[in-house]
Structure formats: C-alpha cells, structure tokens
C-alpha cells in the first residue's frame, strides 16, 4: 500500500513532470512552425525564379522563330533609312539595290534584323536579347566574359541552357544563355568562318526584369509569415490550455490518491483482522479436521479390532457342526457384523471424499465378469426371495475397459443391494451400454427393478447425505446413494433414477471408460464355434432371460427364441434345424415338465437341454441334461452350451463348482509365515484360519519380538499389525527389511484396523507390500495367501532355472550319439518315452493355459525341458524355457503362441529323432 508521504513525492514529481511536458511541447511547436516558414519562404523563391526562367525561355523561342524565319529567307530587303544602314559586314552581290521607282534598298541579313528587333522589343517590354558569336562578324555581337564562359561551356558539355541573376542598369535581372547551332540556311554567311551543319557558332541571350517577380515573391512571403504567426499563437494556447487542464486534473488526482490512500490504510487495518479471524478460523478447522481424522482412525481401529474376533470366530464358528437354530444365531451375528461393517466403510468413504483424498486406481478390467462378480455377491439373498440377477450387455459394449473396478463395484453394490433391498419378486437386470455413439468413450449402466418404485418428490432429494426410504423398515446410514454420486463424478459421469410408482425403479449412471485391450478371450476356452447358427430355445416366464441369454450368444453366431410354455416350445421345435438347444428356467410346473417330455419321447427327436435353477432348488430332469445355477453367468452358460450333446467334452470351467470347505493352500504354496499381533483373541482367529488353509504360523506380540524372530529365521510372509506395543509396525517393518541378511526380503503385509488413505500410503512408503483389513475374513486372507504365495513360488522356481543356450540346433547330434551308444533298445525306448510323456504333457500344458492357471503351466514346461534336454532336442527346450519366464508374468496371448510354437517344433524334434531310430 502507498503511504501518504509517499503520495505528496509522487504527486510532486507529477507537477515537474508536466511542467516539462509544457516547456518540451513549447519548443517541439516553435520549432515546427519555424521550420514549416522556412519551408514556405524558400519554396515562395524558387516559384518566382521558375516564372522568370519561363519568361526568359518563352523570349528565347520567340527569338530563335523570327531568326529561323529570317535565315530561311535569306534576308529581308528593306529601305535606307537613317537607323537601318547598309551592313557594312555584310559582302553579298546584291546588297544594295535601287527600284525602278529610285528607292534605296539594302539587304538585311539574318543578325542584322534580328538585332534591330530586339532592340526595338527591349525599348517596349524591357525584355533584352542579342545574339553573340565567339568569331562574330559584327564587332557588336562580341560576348561578354559571362557570355564567353558560357559558349565555352556548350562545346565542350552536353549543355542546354546556363542562367544568372544579375544587376542591370541598376535593377535586378535573370540573364539566360541557350547555345544556336548552325544549319543549312546559316551556311550562306557563315561557312566562310568554316563552321559546318550541326556546329555550336553562338548563342541567344535574354535578360528577363526580375522586379514583377520579386513584388509577387515578397506579397506571397508577406502572407506565409501572418499565417505562421497566427498558428503559432493558437498552437501557444492550445498548449496553455492542456496545461491549466492537466493541473487542474492532477490536483483531483491527488486529492484522489490521498482519499484512496486514506481508505487503503482503513482496508489494510480491515485485511489484517480479518486475516488474523480466518488463520485463527483455519487453525480451528485443521485441528477439528485432525481431530475427525483422528477420531475416524481412532473409531476405526478399536470398531475393527473387536469386529475382526467377532466376525471371525463366527466365521469359524459357522464351519462347523451345528443345528438349525445355532447355524441362525450365528448368521445373526454374522449378518449383524457385516451391517456394522458397512457402516464403518461407508463412513470412511464419506470422510475421504470430503478430505478430497479419495482417488481413482486405473487398470483394465473385463466388463462382464466385473458385473458377474458383483451379482455372485447377492446370489444366495435372491435366491432366498426367489428374484432373478440378469444381465444384458450391448453388442457394441467393449469387452474391457481402463477404469477403477473397485469404485464400479462399489456403486453396482450399493445399487443392486437397494434394489434387492426393496423388491419383493420379479428380477433386477443390470443394463449395459454405451453412453452416446460407439467408441465415445462413455458407458452407461442401468440396475432396473421390479419393485415398488420411488415418488417424485423423494427422487429430489434420494443422493442426499443421510436420506433414507422407509428407514423403519429398512435401516441403514442413509449415505450409500450420496457416495455413490461423488464415486460417479469423480469417474466423470453423473447419476440419476427414473421410476414409477407400482412399476418399479431404473438407477442409472454414467462414467468415462475408454476401450483397453482384451484380455483373455472365451474363445480359448471353450470351442465356441460350435454355437455358429445354433438355435437357443428359451423356456422362461422372464422375457429378460432372453435378453440376457442373446446378449451373451449372439457374437458367436447363436440365434436365440423365447417361449413362455410347453407349446411355445413345440411350435418353435417345429421351425428349428438339427442343431437346436433349450434352455429351462427352473421351476416349472411338474405336470407340465411331464408333459413335455413325453411329447420329446414321442417325437423322437433328441434335444439337449441345460436347465437354471436357484442354488438349492432340485427338480426331475430328462437324462443328460446340464443344471446351472443362477445368477446367469457367461463361463458357466457357454461351458454348458459348447459340452450339451453338440459333439463336444463341456470343460470343466463351464460347469458350477461344487461347493467344498477351505483349500489347503499350504499344499499348492508351501509358505514359513510369522504373525505379528498383540490381541490374543485376533492371535487365535488368524492362526485358526491359517490353519484352515493348512499353514502354522509363528507369533510375535510385540514389533521388538518380530524384529528378534525375523533376524533369526528366513520367512516368507510377515503378517504385521500397525498399532503394537514396545515398537509399532511401521518401525518393525523398517528394520526387518533393513537387515540385508535375506537372499529374497520376506513379504511384509500389514494386518489392520487403520484403513485410511493417508496411514496406508505410509505403509507402502516403508515397503510393507499389500494389506488385510480388520476384520480378517478367510476369503479376504485366503486371497492374500494365493496371490502371494503364487508369486513367491514362481520366484522361487526362476533362481533354479539355468538359462539355455542361445541360437540351439533342432536336436544336438552329441546328445543323440551318447544315447545310442548305451547300446541296445535304449534310444528307442527313451525315444518312444519321449514322444508319449511330451504329448500328454502338452495336452495338459493346453488346459492349464486355457484355464490361466500360469503356476501348473510353469510347472509343466519345466517338466517338458528337462525331457527335451534329456533327448538332446534342445530347440525344444530353449522354448519351454521361454515358456517358463512367460508364465511367471502371466500373459496368457504369449502363453497359448508359445504353446502353439511347441506343438509345431514337437512334430518336427520327433520326425528328427526318429531317423536316428535303430530299424
């Protein structure tokens, strides 16, 4: 801000500065206008000179005619008088003549009479002219010094004219000079001085007054001086004006800045206490945003913490031998766990996105199995009130997109939950499609339901915090829909409902998906060119089913029809070819179904049928008909369609797993695993679990006792909560991996209740690796120990890989020679055993990556290179070694082109091999 001192210097330096500013416009304008005089003056003299040299030209035409005309006739002859006497110069024959009368006449020559014309033309305008001559033959025609020069002058440059100012009996004059050259007719007189045709024999001079002028020259200057001065003054007082203006106008300046000088300081006095105000008001609000932070990690933990035993053992508890009403009770608890559970989450949610530290994790997914997963989730809730999950995607829906699945997820749970929540029968279909034209880089997905509908006015405010419809009879927080509108913006989408009372309610939203690369493609699965031109007969009272079924057929060539009763079905029989299929949607009436294979019976005709039933629904059907269970889901349904007496084996990825307890994981993925927990009840739960899954595990209570075990024995997963005591996990973690005295760092993987985004990026800064909330269920830890049990196996196995040669022949001959020589059938039986167990293993190589299961691929092409190198087909194994190194990264395309590669280079090691066969 400028202070008052400091506006009176400027303001004074203003003053000086106009000051200036006058005096330079007082000289740049005198200056100006004296130059412009100047200008004017001289352009005035140099007029009056031109009309003078016009005048004097003008004479010197006139002269040089009448010269002309008199040279042309050789003279004129005219009578003596006392003024004209004969030219005593002049010596020609007849240059006086007498008239028969007694007249006097004498010729005049040419000079002669041109010189008495210009004497008399003088005495009347006062214009003088005469001729002059360097060899004159008149002594009156000699020239003057001036004259001479400027003869000289016409003969030796290319000259025209030469003039002068000059006094002339007193008065001032403009004497002009043009040379006169010879021709014929000046000959007659002047050959005789040996001039010749075109020479330069003198000249014509004309004095011109300049007094007629000057009068002209010194009115027009007269003028210009009264205009100049009369400029000059408007311009002096046009500058004094915009002086007293421009001081008058920098006194209100002034008087200005001083009253804005005055009021800034009123606003610096104002910003400073109203700045104090809101950094006293920021301070309440980081320490009340540091408490709610606190308070959430705080209200986190110790909800999670106990939740984790209670959730846990009920988990386990639920595993076991119970009646009826103890399997309820403990599915109360388990229900009651879950609720509270998703109350902490959605919280958690909450605060996230009011930090603005909620942020999305983009990677590519697959559409359907996303939307498969989720309805597997609510599968046993539908199946209780007997409603059906379906799904129908648009064809031009991209089969995989770069996206946040867990954000997707997130919000297609918190929608399907609701709509299941509220809808007493019917089905739930979730929509997909792309928002706007194909490849525009938007989908749209709609999770519609045939429940009771919304009215408008709750629709208003339905994403609102807390809003809540029917909170009487369907408890909740009243914050699912509201997170799910910030989920959708920040996936730069928007979200809406459109609903009708006693119809039921469509909830819909939006969001950016552009199309990734597709992933593993059904097609190396399942044969499904065995569904081109196959016609789906669709048994079911739901039109969707259809829908859902098309959409899942429909780009491998099916044509699928729905019939709502047994005689729909007969009449469609009717129009089908060979190749035809029905699908049940179980149940229907017994008598019906009855009916309707007996009328199959009698046809004749053999119909593969595949039926859907709920889980836990049975019903009679014909003999080799598949069941599959609902949900509908794409594996399962293209399994079932492709091994449905069509001439092909159904994989066993297509048919519905049966339902089984806790795999022994410790079996697939041997594991030394160290447990880091200071709760004995969480102890007991995680190493209960742990023994489900057939590991034993070490204990440590305290962060200090973890750092101790670690040190003395090599582990392979560490399982460490945050919050201990003596030394919390963080600093465990730090130290554990700063030893160096591992070949391979053991798997730090946190274990807690703390679950907020800034407290796990802390973790991973330290090189803790994944995490298990609290919490811990087996499927969420039974996932952890999968996925990195897998990837420690894998590692495990390329340390013991010996990389082979490079550029290796087809079969190395060496190899080969050294087996012959054992003698005997060796060769041919080792031969013979490598073709058997190398086919057999590439089969098996086929389904494993068929099936992605990229560790038994692993497996199997090292167990196919040791053969290959055994036999000396080194080609083979410097490609099952390749294999090897792809499986670990799991890329599934470089899988199955490497495999085909095997099968190719199989053929042709065994062609090879089999020449060195004894016959």
Known sequence: MTSFPEVLSVSRYSDRRLKFLTWVALVFWTVLVLVSLQINLAREKWISTELALTAARSAFNKDLAIRSWAANHGGVYVEVTPKTQPNPYLKAKERDIFTPSGRHLTLMNPAYMFREVLENYSEAYGIYGRIISLKPLNPTNEPDPWERSALTTFEGKNTTEIWEKTTYKGAPFLRLIKPLVAERPCLTCHEQQGYKLGDIRGGITVSVPLEPYQRIEARQIHEHIQTHILFYLVGLAAIALFARLS????????????????????????IERRTFDAQTARKRAEEASAFKASFLANMSHEIRTPLSGVLGVANLLNDTNLDRQQKELVETILYSGDYLLMIVNEVLDLSKIEAGKLSLVIAPLELRA???ETLDLFALKATEKRIELLQVFDPDTPACILGDKKRIQQVLINLIGNALKFTEKGEIVIWVKPAGPKNSGQLEFRVADTGPGIGKEAQASLFEAFTQLQPEKHPGTGLGLNICKHLVALMEGRIWVESQLGVGSQFCFTLKAEPAPVGEELAQLFRLEALKELRILVWSRHQTLGKAVQSLTQPYGAQVITAHSQSEVFDDLELCAARCLLLVDLPVEEVELSRFKVALTQTGRRLPLVGLSFLG???????????????????????????AGLGTEAPKEGLPPAPKALPNLAELYPLKILLVEDNQINQTLVLKILEKFGYRADVANDGLKAVELAAQGFYDLIFMDIRLPVLNGIEATKRILAHGIFATAPVVIAMTANLLSGEQEEYYAVGIKDLVPKPVLPANLGATLAFWGRSIKKQRHLQQIDLPGSNPALVNQEVVTS??????????QLFRGYQKEGSRTLVELEKAVSSGADVEAMR????LRGLSANIGADQMARL??????????GDLKKMSAYLLELGRLFEQTCEELQKNETP
């Open 880 to 889: 099952c070694f390749e294999l090897e190194v792809e499986s670990n990264n």
């Open 819 to 828: 087996r012959i020589g054992v003698g005997g059938e060796f060769f041919g």
């Open 370 to 372: 996303l939307v498969e």
């Open 247 to 270: 001081r008058r106008d920098l006194g209100r300046i002034i008087r200005a800045e001083q009253a804005l000088t005055a009021y800034q300081s009123h606003l610096e006095e104002e």
């Open 617 to 643: 629904e049975t019903q009679s059907l014909p003999d080799g008909a598949l069941l599959l269970r609902k949900p509908l889901k794409s594996r399962p349904l293209l399994g079932a369609l492709t091994g």
């Open 860 to 863: 199997l092409a090292h167990f």
